[in-house]
């Protein structure tokens, strides 16, 4: 899990990023398709800005020792884009303020999340995920470079591991001894079916393995990127690599 510092650093610097892009878009570009599939640039926004606020109501949530649920403002199809952008700016000054008013007892914390109480440094490494992958996404649909950033890796690495058994309950089923493994330069995750589930096992020996650059191992396990594209290769069960977010869909 990262540390309050470095998700706070890594947060502003990719909100900071998403926010410099948003502002230079011309009317046009919010109506482009992103690689979220139904979803333009708007889209995405107005996404982040629920996701954004309720991440900052979470912390506040975690250091007020709260038990209610985090919640995030939404804002309606129908705003213009200007409403947009000053949302989620405004969300992710609340959430970087937030985290930095946190004290070293607050690391025992537990974040409020609508899913459920989360030890607070794991809240803030899918924080960081989110942030990281959603800005992704952005400079995909703009055709500018959508590599992972190395804390950001990190947290998704992380994030995923931690997750899978939650994100493959909205899957297919789990064909039973199958093992996924996406393998880049600093990143092992294993993700291994059993008894109709999924979960991250470090152990686990592969029936499948997709390699390639540590951010694109993560995109594709993402569901961002296919796994026939470019600087992707697979050893092993070439089916289960490419039915795989069948099993494990999201986030």
């Known amino acids: 899990m990262l540390d309050t510092a470095t998700a706070r650093t890594a947060l502003a610097r990719e909100w900071t990023d ?33 996701g954004v606020s309720m991440e900052a109501d ?9 038990d209610t649920p985090a919640d995030g403002t939404t804002v309606t199809p129908s705003a213009g884009v200007s409403v947009l952008t000053t949302a989620l700016r405004a969300a992710a000054a609340d959430l970087v303020t937030g985290i930095g008013a946190l004290t070293p007892e607050d690391e025992d914390a537990q974040a409020p999340m609508p899913y459920g109480p989360v030890p607070l440094p794991m809240a803030l490494t899918v924080f960081v995920m989110e942030a990281g992958v959603h800005g992704s996404d952005l ?8 590599v992972l950033a190395p804390d950001v890796v990190a947290a998704t690495a992380t994030s995923l591991a ?18 996924l493994a996406a393998a880049g330069p600093s990143v092992d995750l294993r993700i291994a079916a059993s008894g109709g589930s999924w979960a991250a096992d470090p152990e686990a020996t592969p029936t499948a393995t ?22 992707l290769t697979v050893e092993g069960d070439t089916e289960l690599a490419a039915r795989f977010k069948q099993y494990v869909p999201g986030p």
């Open 18 to 50: 998403t926010l410099d892009r948003l502002d230079a878009l011309d009317p046009a570009g919010w109506d482009r398709p992103t690689r979220c599939a139904g979803w333009t640039v708007a889209d995405l926004v107005r996404h982040t800005v629920w």
């Open 58 to 66: 979470a912390v506040s949530g975690a250091r007020a020792r709260r």
């Open 139 to 146: 400079a995909h649909a703009l055709g500018e470079p959508d």
């Open 162 to 179: 931690a997750f899978v058994p939650l994100l493959a309950s909205n899957g297919s089923g789990a064909p039973d001894g199958a093992v």
């Open 210 to 231: 997709v390699r390639g650059s540590d951010s694109d191992v993560l995109l594709y396990v993402l569901g961002r990127i296919p796994v026939d594209a470019p600087g």
